[in-house]
């Protein structure tokens, strides 16, 4: 997990992770997130060429984990693409197609533990396609 976020625990990695916005945050606990869409990672901008991305993401919780939910907006409203009661796992690994992905969709993970503390993920924005060379 994290292999996107910062290769080596390098200053120059590190702040180079920072600035590809590829982080995340938690309350209080060491949660361990990873989400990616079409294997761009958090922070990232996708371009899906027929509107379908895949979604996937990896927890790790220190506590047992409660829900897990991929949200997702779309232009007009925040909605939930995956949600998961994760039944008190300390490990969760998931991965869902949305076949409604447009330009300005906008994904992140965040998730639960029982004890109440959170994970959220920085998001991954949707631009359109590049148009096909003349």
Do not use: C
């Amino acid at each position: 997990m994290g292999v996107n976020n910062a290769p080596a625990l390098t200053r120059k990695d590190i702040w180079e992770g920072l600035h590809a916005r590829r982080s995340y945050a938690v309350t209080g606990v060491r949660i361990l997130l990873d989400f990616t869409v079409d294997g761009v990672p958090m922070g990232g901008t996708v371009r899906p060429a027929d509107g379908t991305v895949a979604l996937a993401g990896t927890l790790h919780g220190v506590g047992p984990l409660d829900r897990v939910e991929v949200v997702k907006y779309d232009g007009a409203a925040w909605t939930e693409v995956y949600a998961h009661a994760a039944d008190g796992a300390l490990d969760w690994s998931f991965s869902v197609d949305d076949p409604a992905a447009k330009p300005g969709t906008i994904y992140y993970l965040r998730a639960r533990q029982q004890d109440g503390n959170r994970a959220w993920s920085s998001p991954v924005w949707v631009e359109a396609a590049p148009a096909p060379a003349p």
